[in-house]
């Protein structure tokens, strides 16, 4: 895209990213019910689609950075943004602007849940695997609810 320091070209940039980040933001949600109902089938297809939407999102932010630079105000830091929007002085571009840093959050903390779901199952499948072999697992609790020593566990009291 072409550096211009308009707010309808940084307005069309804005708007590219929050449809970006809503495509994404439905994809992770996609990915999270199957999560959670371990349905793993086409995760694969989720994950490709959120890299490309990343891919977008990144292409994004490039031609944003672009246009705070060419209007000569920092394009690495919030403080920068922020200055050109109050430059600007146009009040639905901030407005995006905050959409936008509101949507970041709302997926990153979906994407941290996310991971926890993976690492619970991941966690409860290595358990399992590990008991199937005849190992018991280090992190075994005992009947109280405490970590169970390595030594002398009971897996189960009669």
């Not at 840093?101 to 690492?119: C, D, F, P, W």
């Amino acid at each position: 895209m072409t550096a211009h320091t308009d707010p309808l070209t940084m307005q069309t940039v804005l708007e590219r990213s929050l449809e970006t980040l809503e495509h994404l933001h439905q994809l992770m949600e996609q990915e999270s019910r199957r999560l959670q109902a371990r349905e793993v089938t086409d995760l694969e297809e989720l994950h490709q689609g959120k890299l490309d939407a990343l891919q977008a999102l990144e292409a994004c932010e490039q031609d944003r950075r672009a246009l705070v630079a060419a209007a000569g105000f920092d394009d690495q830091s919030a403080e920068g943004m922020r200055a050109y929007l109050l430059a600007q002085g146009d009040e639905p571009l901030a407005e995006h602007w905050t959409q936008l840093t509101a949507s970041l959050v709302k997926l990153q903390v979906m994407n941290e849940v996310n991971a926890r779901v993976i690492h619970r199952t991941l966690s409860h499948v290595q358990r399992d695997l590990s008991l199937i072999s005849g190992e018991i697992p280090t992190n075994t609790y005992d009947p109280k609810g405490r970590q169970a020593s390595p030594r002398g566990r009971t897996i189960t009291r009669a």
